[in-house]
């Protein structure tokens, strides 16, 4: 149950930003002992794979907070932050199976399939988001948002690795926050329509 909720939050938290969660992964498996890599994932504390992630981040934290550029890099991750979720739910259902969890070890596809599918409506409600922040606050929003997106991804990762029961708290919000702002948009949109 730890690693399911452990990995819904690191693949929620790829949802907002692909680069953190897996930097904290492979870090605090270097570092700590509350990661434990199997053999397959070993890659992911590998320290020049981590120094490809960090600039990869570093651009994605730049280019995130300047207004339509964040949508063409919101594109661009459609592909990057599901498979990023992909790869961290899956690298801790993999270290469950090392505690020996049946279910995750009689079907390793679903860790997978569960962490490309969190990442990507996570993401798809924040490159939705975006583009309505950016023209309700003239592009002054841009990287306030990607700000509190970038310390979230931060934020839920150290919480899935260190207290998993937190993120069902979490992943609560996240679908209320989600519901609120689709509300949102639909309201806006219907105002704004002829009629």
Known sequence: MFATLTGLGLSTAAGLNAYIPLLVVGVLANFTDRVKLPDGYAWLSNWGVLAVIAVLLLAEVVLDKIPAVDSINDMIQTAVRPASGGVVFSATSAAAEL?????????????????????????????????????????????????????????????AIFIPLLVIVLLIGLALLAWWVIRKV??????????
Request: positive net charge; glycine residues 12%; without cysteine.
């Open 99 to 159: 505690d020996n969890s049946t279910w995750l070890t009689e079907n390793p596809w679903l860790s997978w399939v569960l962490g490309i599918l969190v990442a990507l409506a996570v993401h798809t409600l924040k490159a939705t988001a975006r583009p309505v922040v950016n023209v309700g606050t003239g592009g002054v929003g841009a990287p306030v948002m990607s700000t509190v997106e970038d310390a979230g991804s931060l934020g839920v990762s150290l919480v």
């Open 186 to 195: 639909r309201r806006r949109r219907r105002d704004r329509s002829p009629g």
